[in-house]
């Protein structure tokens, strides 16, 4: 295996290039924080790692957006913005040393808490550049937000797990930091209860930052979190909302911990994670789900985006437990984030996918990558 470090667009782009002309498959990573998400697929031949590509290309505060490079930390970037009272709307979690990268990030589409508010990846790119499989250089998208030329690209390119091309460089758009945040917390042991609670503060004509759900040992809460001015007046709001679906509340104005926990928590070193995806509604059917396996849950109450951490169990009783979950809740996609090597061996990690969707992305695959060099085996339909 051979390795790149470019440190320009056009090292970038040569590294590519060569890769193409010789038939090399190829892999791109910047921290590595995500690398064995997908399925299990073989060593690629050429392995190219953005870490120097790590410049701030522009920073148009006036304008609120940026242009960033894959291999910068989010991490660095939110300190930069953060003293001019803005940020990047992303906080999923960020790995060891605070690693991961733009171009990660916005590669396997990751968020956090903040997506209650501020939408996923997609949702924030304005612009990217790509290096595609041949060394070609290309651009999508512009500067400021109101030129969408070329969006839905770079809409594309987010969550492509590097198939399609490598992410070079992202243009987003950053909102105000807010100078004020406080929680509102209902808990209860009852799964019922809790999904009242967040169908209750979600619909309600209040504005939260971000809607939560945490479970572990048979009981959770609902955490609602309010940014602002008014975000202690929203807060007390929610939680008298939380208090008339029968769940105990409290309010929390220094509440960094919880939600470093609730980022840190769609992250697991043993056992399994699973995400699975559905509605409101669906929360007390995954919350009974998680109870009956000794499984922690964390995520978006409000979008149905939910993370099951199944405890650390052998290899056989582990890949048991996923297909017991897709069994029981096999109307809810669910997708294997971090497991043992040899767990994601044995199962597919995208789980069952719609044929129609399956057809699609190969078409799309070969569209942009037709000899199947990037990153090959480890997206959905095994492209």
Avoid at 69 to 88: K, V, W
Wanted: overall charge negative; hydrophobic content about 45%; glycine content about 10%.
């Amino acid at each position: 295996m051979s390795g790149h470090r470019p440190a320009t667009l056009e090292e970038a782009s040569e590294a590519l290039r060569s890769a193409s002309v010789e038939g090399a498959s190829v892999r791109a990573f910047g921290a590595g924080t995500k690398i064995d998400w997908g399925r299990v697929a073989p060593d690629p031949d050429v392995e190219i790692r953005t870490d120097r590509l790590n410049r701030v290309v522009e920073y148009n505060h006036a304008d609120m957006t940026a242009v960033l490079e894959a291999g910068l930390r989010l991490a660095a970037a939110q300190e930069m913005f953060a003293e001019r009272g803005q940020m990047l709307a992303l906080d999923p979690p960020l790995g060891d040393g605070l690693g991961a990268t733009i171009g990660g990030i916005f590669s396997t589409a990751d968020s956090g808490p903040l997506r209650h508010r501020y939408g996923a990846a997609r949702d924030l790119v304005v612009g990217m550049t790509v290096v595609l499989a041949d060394g070609t250089i290309a651009r999508a998208g512009g500067k400021v937000i109101k030129n969408v030329a070329g969006y839905d690209l770079a809409k594309l390119f987010t969550g492509s797990f590097g198939t399609l091309g490598v992410i070079a460089e992202v243009v987003v758009r950053l909102h105000p930091l807010p100078a004020t945040r406080v929680t509102a917390r209902g808990s209860s042991d009852d799964p019922t209860a809790l999904e009242r609670g967040a169908m209750a503060v979600s619909h309600a004509t209040l504005q939260a930052e971000s809607l939560d759900v945490a479970w572990q040992d048979g009981r959770g809460s609902i955490l609602a979190r309010f940014a602002g001015a008014a975000a202690d007046v929203q807060a007390q709001a929610a939680a008298r909302l939380l208090a008339e679906t029968a769940l105990e509340t409290s309010v929390a104005e220094d509440d960094e911990s919880l939600w470093a926990d609730q980022r840190d928590g769609q992250r697991s070193a043993d056992g399994a994670t699973l995400r699975l995806s559905g509605l409101q509604r669906d929360l007390a059917r995954v919350l009974s789900a998680a109870d009956r396996r000794r499984a922690r849950v964390l995520g978006r109450a409000g979008a149905g985006a939910f993370w099951m951490k199944l405890p650390d169990a052998p290899e056989e009783e582990l890949v048991q437990a996923v297909d017991d979950v897709r069994a029981e809740l096999r109307d809810l996609p669910c997708v294997v984030r971090d497991a043992p090597r040899a767990v994601r061996e044995k199962i597919d990690v995208w789980g069952e996918q719609p044929e129609a969707l399956v057809r699609l992305s190969r078409k799309v695959k070969q569209h942009f990558d037709p000899d199947g060099l990037l990153n090959p085996g480890v997206f959905v339909g095994g492209i």
